[in-house]
């Protein structure tokens, strides 16, 4: 039963009926916004966005400190919705959509202002004399956020928060299969007496996103599938505006001979099962040395069969959360047995439950000529293929046309070092799962076709600015293009101080 379904609208918006995917029960209609909504709502936002930019800092902070608040006294109200709208186990409901929006909210309030202060930078050589560059942060304006379903809370408060705390307004449009648990980011805001229009939360589906990008936004910022990215980048690229896309990936793990096999093995567990493997930066490849495979292998099958899969109360894996994944995870573990994959745990719809899901699976005799392993899966499938090395290893991880994040697990940092700066990927977590989304500090972005610019962090509150570089004059300097009129004499004279600036080697430490 899909989790979506269109319903007869006579008006000028397209209706859905929602599903949960825990019991596959209705559990609310949305009207889809349509062009000119987005349109409206965009022209609302601009006029906001003069006044929101005009504050300081910490009169936006304490917007963000508010919320905050908020949403750690009603933790409960965003962990229900999420789970009723994606039916993924409560502990991931509170840690990946809970705790890391209140890191988030309090983070951005904490640093953004040190991120954009505007600073003096000197310059080098001759016109460092004369001239000084100042470097300022200009908001871009207003900014459409665009975000998936897997992480409906926290995808958009995350790129919400940044792109307000640098001064813009935002028009943020969640998943069709999530809208509720999205829309909850506008209602904290709104409670919490954000000036109105500042952020707007619009219902609806492809369409609406489509819209949105079209409707003279300033950036869009696309968390999504590869397939959805490129046609963003596309229309973006048409009106020349910017965009950063967060696009799916397929992560590898490389397991050494001298790792922690017992570690490892509960990392594997974690990184392909965590959110029902619907992690962007799950992991779906692991790539296991000869040596230590079996010991591996038999640890990550008994730890496997231990998960406990459930609709409610205290389990690890929950559902999968939109039937049209479902059906991607069934095709992938049916291709990779029908190619000679052994299943170890799982590898079937979970019969005792009512709703969409997928039994915790490991697969074993995997290779490359398995969509398993090089499409993105994104379902608790645990992918395990035995490698005479780990040059072998590093091969197989880097022949992906994704680059998300990826993972080394040795007991040697060096070598560990080493493996990570040749992994051609977007980040990397060294014995531990992929992180690096929660960790602000590390700029976050896929490479090949997970994606394209890197967000959060200073880099990314930046990325919501234009920066302004402006030169001016140091100790009341002079004009230094003042060329006119020309003269051979000028031309002789440059050409003597070039000789002087880069043909001697005290020259060349002057500039
Ligand atoms: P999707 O691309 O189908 O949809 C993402 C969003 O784009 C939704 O809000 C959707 O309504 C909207 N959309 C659809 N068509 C559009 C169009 N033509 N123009 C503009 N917007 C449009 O992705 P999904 O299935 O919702 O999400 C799962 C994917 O997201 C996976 O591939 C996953 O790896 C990826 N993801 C990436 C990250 C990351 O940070 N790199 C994080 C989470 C999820």
Request: aromatic content about 8%; proline content about 4%.
């Given at each position: 039963m899909a989790i979506y379904e269109p319903l007869e609208s006579d008006g000028p918006r397209r209706r859905l009926r929602l599903r949960s995917p825990?019991?596959?029960e209705p559990i609310g209609e949305i009207e889809c916004a349509n062009s000119r909504d987005v349109e409206r709502a965009v022209e609302r936002a601009r006029k906001a966005q003069v006044d929101w930019e005009a504050l300081s800092f910490d009169e936006r902070a304490r917007y963000m400190e508010k919320v905050s608040r908020l949403l750690l006294d009603r933790c409960d109200e965003v962990v229900d919705k999420v789970i009723e709208e994606t039916g993924k186990a409560r502990a991931e409901a509170v840690s990946m959509e809970v705790f890391s929006s209140l890191d988030s909210l309090c983070y951005y309030a904490k640093n953004t202002k040190k991120f954009l202060r505007p600073h003096k930078k000197r310059l080098h050589g001759l016109m460092g004399f004369a001239k000084q560059l100042r470097i300022v942060y200009k908001p871009l304006g207003v900014i459409g956020i665009i975000t998936p379903w897997n992480g409906p809370f926290i995808l958009a408060m995350n790129q919400t928060v940044q792109a307000l705390m640098a001064g813009n307004a935002v028009v943020l449009k969640g998943s069709e299969v999530t809208p509720f648990s999205t829309k909850l980011v506008g209602d904290f805001f709104e409670e919490a007496g954000l000036p109105d229009g500042v952020l707007q939360v619009l219902m609806g589906d492809g369409a609406t996103g489509a819209a949105l990008v079209e409707s003279?936004?300033?950036k869009i910022s696309f968390t999504g599938s590869v397939v959805t990215g490129r046609k963003v980048a596309e229309a973006c690229g048409r009106q020349l505006i910017p965009c950063s896309l967060e696009l799916g990936g397929k992560d590898a793990m490389i397991v050494c001979a001298d790792a922690d096999i017992e570690r490892a093995a509960n990392g594997a567990l974690i990184g392909s099962c965590m959110n029902t493997g619907q992690y962007?930066?799950?992991?779906?490849r692991i790539y296991v040395v000869d040596s230590v495979c079996d010991e591996f292998v038999e640890k990550v099958v008994a730890g496997a069969a231990k998960l406990r899969q459930g609709d409610s109360g205290e389990f690890d894996v929950g559902a999968i959360f939109w039937d049209r994944q479902l059906e991607i995870v069934e095709r992938h573990v049916d291709d990779a047995v029908a190619k000679g994959a052994t299943v170890r745990v799982g590898g079937r719809r979970?019969?005792?439950?009512?709703?969409l899901f997928y039994e915790p699976t490991v697969l074993t005799d995997v290779n490359h000529s398995m969509d398993v392993m090089?499409?993105?899966?994104?379902?608790p499938v645990i992918s395990i293929m035995k490698v005479p090395d780990e040059e072998e290893a590093l091969r197989l991880a880097n022949e992906?046309?994704?680059?998300l994040n990826g993972n080394v697990w040795t007991q040697d940092k060096d070598k560990a070092l080493r493996l990570a700066a040749r992994m051609e990927t977007g980040a990397v977590c060294v014995n531990d799962m992929a992180l690096t989304y929660g960790v602000p500090e590390a700029p976050f972005g896929g490479r090949k076709n997970s994606g394209i610019g890197q967000v959060n962090g200073k880099m990314g509150v930046r990325g919501y600015c234009h920066t302004l570089p402006i030169i001016i004059d140091r100790f009341g300097g002079k004009q230094l293009a003042s060329g006119y009129p020309y003269s051979f004499k000028k031309i002789e004279g440059m050409q003597k101080l070039m000789k002087l600036l880069w043909g001697s080697p005290i020259g060349r430490w002057l500039s």
């Open positions: 825990v019991d596959l003279g936004v300033d962007c930066c799950g992991t779906e979970n019969p005792a439950l009512k709703g090089t499409e993105e899966t994104f379902g992906s046309c994704y680059g």
